[in-house]
């Protein structure tokens, strides 16, 4: 007889069990690229306050998000599946599997990850969740700021999405 193992309980997890969402909070005209990104919030699953971990997923197609970096934010990737293109500001680069990638918050270096082959990618992605981070999206006509104390979307020139 086969005994099966008993299932973890907080703060033990299986990943594949929190729930996998492929939203984006961009302005319209910005969430195609990101269609077939599919995130498991794994930090928000374990209760954690100061730090996330997504487990992601990139169809064939996809990126990670609009190019982008963050001014109080520190980003950290690794990859766990799959042949992912790094964009950066210095070019292009692939990262295979057991490879990893940092960005130190305040380096105006934008950044994304792009799934270019035939298979999926799947990725830990971790950062932080400083209180008054801002966004540049330097290939768009895209900012993250805060106006009221939320977060938002903006143009180049202030002016709200």
Not at 8 to 13: C, N
Not at 110 to 128: F, K, M, P, Q, S
Not at 139 to 160: M, Q, S
Request: aromatic content about 8%.
């Amino acid at each position: 007889m086969t005994t099966r193992p008993t299932p973890p309980t907080l703060p033990a997890f299986d990943p594949m069990s929190v729930s996998s969402q492929s939203l984006s909070n961009y302005p319209a005209a910005f969430q195609a690229l990101v269609g077939g990104r599919h995130r498991r919030a794994l930090g928000d699953a374990a209760g954690l306050n100061t730090f996330g971990v997504n487990l992601t997923r990139l169809e064939p197609g996809a990126a990670s998000a609009q190019r982008h970096w963050h001014t109080l934010q520190d980003e950290f990737v690794y990859i766990l599946e799959g042949e992912a293109t790094l964009v950066t500001e210095s070019g292009e680069q692939t990262l295979t599997p057991g490879m990893a990638a940092g960005f130190p918050a305040g380096l105006a270096d934008g950044h994304h990850l792009v799934n270019r082959g035939a298979t999926d990618v799947l990725y830990l992605e971790v950062g932080d969740r400083t209180v008054g981070d801002e966004v540049d999206y330097p290939d768009i006509d895209l900012k993250r700021g805060l106006r009221d104390g939320k977060a938002c979307f903006v143009h180049d020139d202030g002016t709200p999405y």
